[in-house]
């Protein structure tokens, strides 16, 4: 997020826009993304059969909104260089910094980890007690240790055909992160928004988008209002946690 934040200073236009745009570009974004996640069961003639269409339809939707919303948001930004231009400016302007994958990945895959050490550590120990049921052996030896990583691997590979897996561990992370995160920091800097605001209006975004799933507990799967919106509170608010943790991680050296 510095780079983005440089690339908006470069042009001086920090604080260019007004706090009411800024919100608004915001909230444009994300109901962008979330109405076209339902554009394909708008569309005649495309296959609903199984819900593995229904959730490559969307991973479409998804890497369209990724491609839109960039676009949108640097058109909104008047952010101009002399020095520098092209590809360049444009991953700048959102912090995309190609010698920083790495350790950035690295550091937000922990920091998620770390958030859900709980869920993690138990589902870790029911695998233990499950796989000592099965065999039977208390410990851990070369044998049953070569089994075990084959049953991993095994594991492994089933989840790279699993179209939900794909879903939860690399589109949806992916195209949020730019939309909500990489695309909405910079708008709300140039809105003269503090950092500790951004810490919490770009979760706030992000967690509220994540409310459309209420109509389709109510109205799809006939779910009752109260646990229908329980559900939503669970499934929203731990992204609201992550959202605050991974900005104020990327902030710190701005």
């Given at each position: 997020?510095?780079?983005?934040?440089?690339?908006?200073?470069?042009?001086?236009?920090?604080?260019?826009?007004?706090?009411?745009?800024?919100?608004?570009?915001?909230?444009?974004?994300?109901?962008?993304?979330?109405?076209?996640?339902?554009?394909?069961?708008?569309?005649?003639?495309?296959?609903?059969?199984?819900?593995?269409?229904?959730?490559?339809?969307?991973?479409?939707?998804?890497?369209?909104?990724?491609?839109?919303?960039?676009?949108?948001?640097?058109?909104?930004?008047?952010?101009?260089?002399?020095?520098?231009?092209?590809?360049?400016?444009?991953?700048?302007?959102?912090?995309?910094?190609?010698?920083?994958v790495l350790q950035a990945?690295?550091?937000?895959?922990?920091?998620?980890?770390?958030?859900?050490?709980?869920?993690?550590?138990?589902?870790?120990?029911?695998?233990?007690?499950?796989?000592?049921?099965?065999?039977?052996?208390?410990?851990?030896?070369?044998?049953?240790?070569?089994?075990?990583?084959?049953?991993?691997?095994?594991?492994?590979?089933?989840?790279?055909?699993?179209?939900?897996?794909?879903?939860?561990?690399?589109?949806?992370?992916?195209?949020?992160?730019?939309?909500?995160?990489?695309?909405m920091t910079p708008i709300?800097?140039?809105?003269?928004?503090?950092?500790?605001?951004?810490?919490?209006?770009?979760?706030?975004?992000?967690?509220?988008?994540?409310?459309?799933?209420?109509?389709?507990?109510?109205?799809?799967?006939?779910?009752?209002?109260?646990?229908?919106?329980?559900?939503?509170?669970?499934?929203?608010?731990?992204?609201?946690?992550?959202?605050?943790?991974?900005?104020?991680?990327?902030?710190?050296?701005?």
């Amino acid at each position: 997020m510095a780079e983005a934040a440089s690339a908006v200073e470069s042009s001086g236009s920090l604080g260019c826009l007004p706090r009411p745009i800024a919100l608004a570009a915001c909230a444009a974004l994300a109901i962008l993304y979330v109405a076209l996640l339902y554009v394909p069961s708008l569309l005649p003639g495309l296959p609903r059969r199984t819900p593995r269409d229904y959730m490559l339809h969307r991973f479409v939707s998804a890497a369209v909104a990724s491609v839109i919303a960039p676009i949108l948001a640097f058109t909104i930004l008047p952010v101009r260089s002399s020095q520098k231009s092209g590809i360049h400016l444009f991953l700048k302007t959102f912090g995309l910094r190609t010698d920083y994958v790495l350790q950035a990945s690295i550091y937000s895959l922990l920091l998620t980890a770390t958030l859900y050490l709980g869920p993690l550590t138990m589902e870790i120990s029911d695998i233990l007690h499950v796989w000592k049921e099965e065999t039977g052996i208390a410990s851990i030896g070369g044998d049953t240790l070569a089994s075990t990583c084959s049953r991993i691997f095994a594991e492994a590979k089933r989840l790279t055909l699993d179209v939900f897996a794909w879903r939860n561990y690399v589109v949806a992370p992916i195209s949020e992160e730019l939309v909500f995160r990489a695309c909405m920091t910079p708008i709300l800097l140039c809105g003269s928004f503090s950092l500790t605001l951004v810490v919490f209006i770009s979760p706030t975004f992000f967690s509220s988008a994540h409310i459309h799933h209420f109509v389709e507990l109510v109205y799809l799967r006939k779910y009752q209002k109260y646990r229908a919106a329980l559900s939503v509170y669970n499934f929203a608010t731990p992204r609201f946690l992550v959202g605050m943790q991974l900005f104020f991680t990327c902030v710190q050296d701005i």
